[in-house]
């Protein structure tokens, strides 16, 4: 149990160009879905908060014009990196929250998605 | 605010050697979540451990420890017999209860166990 995908895997994109990010939560529903950015050999920034039927929380230094989120469903939020520079390469991990885990607060992750814009 | 501090940035093994991972972490609340997270070079973070702050039991999980202190704000982490399996990139994390459930990672620590 406690299922997360993303897609794609791993997006090869021209500047300017925008890229949507899919994470579901496959065999549970997630009120809460988070989004990261990782760099090389660094430890996982969390981007923004995303909770199903309303707008993302974004942390500070986050452009949310720029990395638009969705959280239309229970099981999907997607990540849209607009007009998306080189500077946007990166690893994105998404996670959810499991509706039924209110008080066991763990986050399961998804496998990732490693964009490269050229 | 919130802090976890992994000091160890890398970790070299031989194989079937015991190694612990440590994590120090800061917080106000009195109520906070504590957890281990895998990384393998695919990426994915894989979960292995939660533990809230009010049980200190240790916990064992095959070849897996764990040994919360929170006497010392400490949460280490100690793989027995470790395999070439193993080696990946281990993050400690923490998070208060409510308040959006933010998770709080460490820096990490990439093992890397030899033949």
């Known amino acids: 149990g406690a299922v997360v995908s993303q897609h794609p895997s791993r997006v090869i994109c021209k500047s300017g160009t925008s890229v949507k990010i899919e994470c579901r939560s496959l065999?549970?529903?997630?009120?809460?879905m988070f989004w990261y950015r990782q760099f090389p050999k660094q430890s996982l920034m969390l981007m923004a908060t995303?909770?199903?039927?309303?707008?993302?929380?974004?942390e500070q230094g986050v452009e949310k014009d720029k990395f638009l989120i969705n959280h239309a469903s229970l099981t999907l939020s997607t990540l849209t990196v607009t007009s998306a520079h080189p500077e946007d390469s990166s690893f994105y991990i998404c996670?959810?929250?499991?509706?039924?885990?209110?008080?066991?607060?763990?986050?399961?992750f998804g496998p990732g998605t490693r964009l490269l814009v050229l | 605010a919130q802090k976890v501090t992994q000091a160890q940035t890398e970790i070299s093994v031989v194989e079937k050697e015991d190694v612990t991972l440590d994590c120090v972490y800061e917080?106000?609340?009195?109520?906070?979540?504590l957890f281990w997270y895998k990384q393998p070079p695919s990426g994915e973070l894989v979960f292995l451990i939660r533990?809230?702050?009010?049980?200190?039991q240790n916990e064992i999980s095959g070849r897996y420890s764990w040994n919360f202190q929170k006497s010392t704000s400490s949460f280490n982490f100690t793989i027995t017999a470790s395999q070439v399996v193993d080696s990946a990139v281990y993050f400690c994390?923490?998070?208060?209860?409510?308040?959006?459930?933010?998770?709080?990672f460490g820096t990490g620590t990439q093992l890397k166990v030899e033949l």
């Open positions: 996670s959810a929250r499991s509706f039924r885990d209110l008080t066991q607060e763990t986050q399961y």
């Open positions: 065999d549970f529903q997630a009120t809460t």
């Open positions: 995303s909770n199903e039927g309303s707008k993302a929380t974004y």
């Open positions: 917080t106000r609340d009195t109520t906070y979540y």
């Open positions: 533990r809230n702050s009010f049980d200190e």
């Open positions: 994390a923490l998070t208060q209860t409510g308040g959006g459930n933010k998770l709080t």
